[in-house]
């Protein structure tokens, strides 16, 4: 039971590249989320998706989009990539109704 | 606009000494979550409340939740090196809803020296 996986771990960007950060859980749980966290601040939400099929935006959702692939994965995807977005990913997801949520090992990436 | 505060932002302890992280939030909600963040590590739950003087204990830690006074406390005592890391509180903004959207404060670095 690997909980909450991330890839990749690390990626450095130049401005203007793409990429997809990918998530997944092995926890059969509903809801999965996309959260980043900079220096000094908690966590603010990017989107998150309370099911299968459904996603939502969050408190900073600007400059990205999701997908809900399937019950287990949640991707993150930049398609152009800016300077403010250097920041360390991280995807969690929960059970409802006991709502807690588990976190993967994070994403550490740099837009240069 | 929820807000999550806490304070203190940085503490520093000695070994063996007692303290309390307190954790304000500016509107209705009945579920709080604390979580530990070691450097460069992903946060990991330490407690659920979910209830109006709801009170988790684990080990030296221990966590309550005053909903009307939409306050929640973690309380350290006697203090060890391995507590060092930073704490997060986190509050339900959708609670009874279909899926719970969590703010977090912005956390407290907790450092104990020997």
């Known amino acids: 039971n690997a909980g909450v996986t991330q890839t990749p771990k690390f990626q450095v960007l130049k401005t203007g590249q793409s990429m997809t950060l990918q998530c997944a859980q092995d926890?059969?749980?509903?809801?999965m989320y996309w959260y980043r966290q900079d220096p000094g601040m908690g966590l603010r939400l990017i989107y998150y998706?309370?099911?299968?099929?459904?996603?939502d935006k969050g408190e900073v959702p600007n400059g990205y989009n999701v997908s809900r692939l399937n019950k287990r994965e949640f991707s993150l995807r930049l398609e152009s990539a800016a300077p403010s977005q250097t920041s360390v990913y991280f995807c969690a997801s929960s059970l409802i109704p006991y709502n807690e949520q588990f976190f993967g090992p994070g994403t550490r990436l740099t837009v240069l | 606009e929820l807000k999550v505060e806490q304070n203190p932002l940085f503490l520093s302890m000695q070994e063996g000494k007692n303290y309390t992280i307190y954790c304000n939030y500016s509107?209705?909600?009945?579920?709080l979550y604390w979580y530990r963040q070691d450097p460069g590590k992903s946060l990991e739950s330490l407690f659920v409340l979910l209830s109006n003087g709801a009170v988790k204990q684990e080990g030296r830690l221990m966590a309550s939740l005053d909903t009307k006074a939409r306050l929640s406390t973690l309380h350290i005592t006697a203090a060890v090196h391995d507590l060092s890391a930073t704490y997060f509180c986190?509050?339900?903004?959708?609670?009874?809803?279909?899926?719970?959207?969590?703010?977090f404060g912005t956390g407290t670095l907790l450092a104990v020296q020997p």
């Open positions: 509107t209705t909600s009945d579920r």
């Open positions: 986190a509050v339900d903004t959708r609670y009874g809803g279909a899926t719970n959207k969590l703010i």
């Open positions: 926890m059969n749980h509903n809801s």
């Open positions: 998706s309370a099911s299968e099929g459904t996603t």
